[in-house]
């Protein structure tokens, strides 16, 4: 059984500068709309439907704006946590999750990925299990090379390992997603890269034209 952490606790600046440059009303990037839905409540139903047993939401910035769209979501596995404090680094925000989670393997999913389908999450989930060792494996939407990886440069979420391997490195590095993961790979750490089904799941809505791309698209296809 599968565990998920979604995380959903950032600032929102850069999708702030750019309704400002454009002299927009400013919204949360979460609170967009994505073909009749929040982009957050998209990112959710995508990793229920991966099939994972329960989902820890970790919230940290305008956490009662999110949380009042994250109660329309009636689904018994979602369950919700606040960092303690705001200006953490997304290792802290992992963490936080990872303390919460009831089952050994997790599924870590930002919430601005709408796109990553809920197949590729199951083949996230089903790589972690493809060699002998997985409690000391990562495995990971590949940004290139795909299998078994060397490095790595570029990678971030989505991701699945043992919450042990986890709960290890994020103890002891206040940082962000991809120096952890770089020293996750130099300690011997396996790293199995799963291919994205197209371009799309690559794209993280943290800028308008992001999402002014991902809404160009149907996200059913």
């Given at each position: 059984m599968v565990s998920a952490i979604i995380t959903a606790a950032g600032k929102n600046r850069r999708m702030r500068e750019d309704f400002k440059g454009r002299g927009m009303e400013i919204k949360h990037k979460l609170l967009l709309d994505l073909h009749g839905m929040p982009v957050i409540l998209q990112t959710i139903k995508n990793t229920l439907n991966a099939g994972v047993e329960d989902c820890i939401i970790v919230l940290g910035h305008f956490s009662d704006e999110i949380t009042a769209v994250i109660d329309e979501f009636d689904d018994e596995r979602v369950k919700v946590t606040k960092n303690p404090e705001n200006n953490?680094?997304?290792?802290?925000?992992?963490?936080?999750?990872?303390?919460?989670?009831?089952?050994?393997?997790?599924l870590c999913v930002a919430a601005d990925q709408p796109t990553v389908s809920a197949e590729t999450l199951k083949n996230l989930i089903k790589g972690v299990f493809k060699g002998e060792k997985p409690q000391n494996t990562i495995s990971i939407l590949a940004r290139g090379?795909?299998?078994?990886?060397?490095?790595?440069?570029?990678?971030?979420?989505?991701?699945?390992?043992?919450?042990?391997?986890?709960?290890?490195?994020?103890?002891?590095?206040?940082?962000?997603?991809?120096?952890?993961?770089?020293?996750?790979?130099?300690?011997?750490?396996?790293?199995?890269?799963?291919?994205?089904?197209?371009?799309?799941?690559?794209?993280?809505?943290?800028?308008y034209d992001d999402y002014l791309k991902v809404l160009k698209n149907d996200l059913g296809k």
């Open positions: 953490v680094e997304l290792s802290e925000s992992l963490l936080n999750g990872v303390k919460r989670i009831k089952f050994d393997y997790c090379k795909i299998g078994y990886l060397g490095s790595a440069e570029g990678l971030g979420m989505p991701f699945v390992c043992h919450k042990t391997l986890l709960k290890k490195y994020l103890a002891s590095h206040n940082d962000n997603l991809n120096p952890i993961l770089r020293k996750m790979v130099n300690d011997g750490v396996i790293f199995y890269g799963v291919p994205a089904r197209s371009d799309l799941e690559l794209i993280n809505i943290n800028r």
